[in-house]
């Protein structure tokens, strides 16, 4: 399994296909995930980028980090594991100690 690339600083308008073929001048590409906006569809300005191998991961972050895309110096790394996350709805929600008193 190849390793995983944050892409940063993209252009809002870049689709799947304009990474797949940037990132397959540097190697192989496995997959291409452009984070988008649920509510417009736009893009939200990061993807994640796939590599065949970790020396085509390696390659592309050699030739396409800090590299102008659109107008946009991308930002091309090693990305990091998600976070866990909690499976609750947060805290306590507040409003425990409040007064019951009659309005009247």
Do not use: C
């Amino acid at each position: 399994m190849g390793m995983r690339l944050y892409v940063g600083n993209i252009p809002f308008s870049t689709t799947e296909q304009d990474l797949q073929d940037l990132f397959g001048t540097a190697g192989q590409v496995a997959s291409v995930n452009v984070v988008r906006d649920m509510a417009t569809g736009r893009a939200r300005g990061f993807a994640f980028v796939e590599m065949a191998s970790d020396a085509d991961a390696q390659n592309a972050i050699a030739q396409l980090h800090d590299k102008d895309f659109g107008g946009r110096n991308l930002t091309v790394n090693e990305a990091k594991p998600r976070p866990e996350r909690s499976g609750g709805f947060g805290g306590a929600g507040g409003g425990g100690n409040r007064r019951r008193e009659s309005r009247w």
